[in-house]
């Protein structure tokens, strides 16, 4: 799915924040005081996979894991161009070395491991890379009994590695199985968007899936929807509101509120996976 420019990039280092959403203009500061949800009507604009894990982690508790891991084109993939320059292009842009940022966290004083999607990074897309650091964090959580927190923004799979980033959807679902096996929670937090191979496999296995406002949600997009079935789809398809009505998702939570939120819910799932530890010694 291609990266819409409506939404500005939060860790750009304008002045000024303009959002997506009603256009108005902030001064940074205030924006990123607001986590960057629009002052003016409430949009939460897409954020870098940095911006999150520092809005989310306590002060100076991110570690990271596999900061080396870095994917390659193993198709020798061309378009309007090359495959590799695009990754090079991501990599310098957006400080990381593909689409995820993963390591130890604390939130609110409770120990998880957390992964957070980069949006900006080629779309956030799955490549083998990503799945392989997704993987590894989620055995890794396993392993330390840390709650796994994933917040996703991703449009699904990475078109210029094929088959390989399709069989990411399967790794990270046979880790999650694993995760659930040592009974260890995995909290899953949908961002604007979520879409394609992301939704269809690790996003939608959170024991507990929230969900970011208005954030868009599924597996083939809207419009694909309409051209291939001739129907007219209903009024807020695809969003975190509509899906949150029909069961997909627990809670619908704003932004500023996320962190209080992921306090109390891993103070009643760390106690849950204490009992359970204990049961299974
Ligand atoms: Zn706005």
Known sequence: MAI???YARPQSTEAAF???ACKGTFPRAQAAGNLY??????AHSRISAHERVRQLADRGSFEEWDGELAGRDRLGFVDTKPYVDRLQEARERQGLPDAILSGSAS???RPVGLASFDFGFLGGSLSTAVGERLARAIERSADERRPFVCVTSSGGAR???GVFSLMQMAKSVAALHRLAETHVPFISILADPTMGGSIASFAALGDVILAEPKAMIGFTGARVIT???YEQLPAGFQTSEFHHARGLIDQVVDRRQLRTVLGRLL???GAQTSEDARRLA
Do not use: N, R
């Open 267 to 269: 103070a009643v799932l």
């Open 159 to 161: 078109m210029q590695e």
């Open 107 to 109: 939130i609110e004083g």
């Open 227 to 229: 051209q291939a079935t």
């Open 4 to 6: 819409s420019p409506a």
């Open 37 to 42: 949800v629009c002052p003016g009507c409430d």
């Open 18 to 20: 303009t959002c997506g």
